[in-house]
């Protein structure tokens, strides 16, 4: 649980297909899952789209249907757009993947109450990524009461994504 | 009879000395190095460059050891990486070593250390298996086999090393 419920925000980031996802419209009337990270994640980002994609997998389609997943890169540099759509097919097809600017998107984290990411050079010109390990978890009252921390397993994303489909968190 | 008692007394220096042999070999054997490899799991590249080694460590011996190094045919480089937590955000680190002390045992795990495998050299499959070298400073060089999972039987298999995020109390 969040100790305040925190309220969605209005952006526009560019989707998998390359045209215009607006957060809030396209997301209304839908539990939705938001979650920032990037593909060159070795297990944090990854394990969580793997949990929440199993356990989509189990639900009856009206379940399913009321349930949205955004990823948001933190990486737009190596993360284009067919990149993001190759890397969340293998977890569900059905998974937005959001692709902006890295101040956009550092903007967007912070008006959500999340940490805006870090990006950090190594030698040999690569560089890593620090970002956020939470998936926040807007219910349809546009509101996130929860939010999952990294190590959330599928037998909680099991229990809770029903309820919240059901308007019900604790 | 002085024949029988003299052999008794020398039977019995004897096995003093013996005694006494046996207590200087332990006191002057090097430290006993018994390193054992174990649950061997590599994720299935998501997008085919790069994939995560997890491992367990236990040190059976009485000194402790130091992972060096980790090599495989399966890709060119392969670095030990720890995952970073400052609040709730998380990034990796390259490493130079991965103690594992006497008598203990390390568990390579998601949000912890894992073994970052980079430009592989062949495509990997859920179940396929190769042979890893693992390079101890004292233990010396170690062949394990790992096995390729998917990345939703990573908790099961696995597990992780970050399951609680203190900052958020869900
Ligand atoms: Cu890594």
Known sequence: ??????????????????????????TEGYVTLVFFGYTYCPDVCPIHMANIGAVLDDFP???????????????????TPERLRLWLDNFDTSFIGLHGSRDEVNEIQVALGLP?????????GEYLVGHSARVLAFTKDNLAHVAYPFGTRQADWAHDLPKLVDERWE | MTNRTYRLRHSAILALAVTIAL????????????????????TEPV???RAAMYFSVTNNGDV??????????????????????EGSTMKMVPVDALTVPAGGRVDLAPGGYHVML????????????FDVTLRFRHAGEVVARARVIRYE??????????LSDPHNSR
């Not at chain 1, 805006?116 to 040999?124: K, P, R």
């Not at chain 2, 190095?33 to 799991?41: H, N």
């Not at chain 2, 430009?119 to 499959?125: D, G, I, P, S, V």
């Open chain 2, 23 to 42: 207590a200087c070999i332990s006191r002057e054997t090097p430290e006993r190095i018994d390193l054992e490899v174990s649950r061997v799991f590599v």
């Open chain 1, 116 to 124: 805006a990411s870090v990006i950090e050079e190594t030698e040999g």
């Open chain 2, 64 to 85: 402790d050891d130091e992972l060096l190094a980790v090599s495989t045919a399966a890709a060119e480089v392969a670095e030990i990486h720890r995952t970073e937590h």
């Open chain 2, 118 to 129: 980079l430009e592989l050299t062949q495509n990997l499959f859920p179940d396929d298996r």
């Open chain 1, 1 to 26: 649980m969040m100790p305040r419920p925190q309220e969605k925000v209005d952006f526009t980031l560019t989707d998998t297909e390359g045209e215009p996802f607006d957060f809030r419209a396209r």
């Open chain 2, 47 to 49: 997008t085919g460059e």
């Open chain 2, 153 to 162: 039987d990573v908790e099961e298999l696995v597990g992780g090393a970050a």
């Open chain 1, 61 to 79: 389609l009206e379940v399913r249907s009321q349930i949205k997943v955004v990823f948001v890169t933190t990486d737009p540099e190596r993360d």
